[in-house]
Nanobody, 124 residues
């Protein structure tokens, strides 16, 4: 139904900020809960942040809370991940995902649609 494309990744130094964007096509973002996941080399994909359909509820993993902010603009079919005070351990491929559930969730299995990912590399 919906296709997701991430952008905004790149190479940055510790302490820098990046904003990731996810653009949707072929569907209406407002009917989906959205999340960001990431995968580091040799590790399983892990949950980073999620946002409800209306945008009023959010959830973050502990290591991202206070540094990252997830937001959405449904009228533009966009979801963002603002990342501040980046650390080398944030280095990963970041994926945007959409769920047809009406509630927030951290489990990868809840999400039906996935983007191809955007690389974030943070040096010390």
């Amino acid at each position: 139904q919906v296709q997701l494309v991430e952008s905004g990744g790149g190479l940055a130094q510790a302490g820098d900020s990046l904003r990731l964007s996810c653009a949707a096509s072929g569907g209406t973002l407002s009917v989906y809960s959205l999340a960001w996941f990431r995968r580091s080399p040799g590790k399983e994909r892990e949950f980073v942040a999620a946002i409800s359909r209306s945008g009023v509820s959010t959830d973050y993993r502990r290591s991202a809370e206070g540094r990252f902010t997830i937001s959405r603009e449904n009228a533009k079919n966009l979801v963002y991940l603002q990342m501040n005070n980046l650390k080398p351990e944030d280095t990963a491929i970041y994926y945007c995902a959409a769920s047809d559930n009406a509630y927030l969730g951290r489990r990868e299995s809840l999400y039906t649609f996935w983007g191809q990912g955007t690389q974030v590399t943070i040096s010390s």
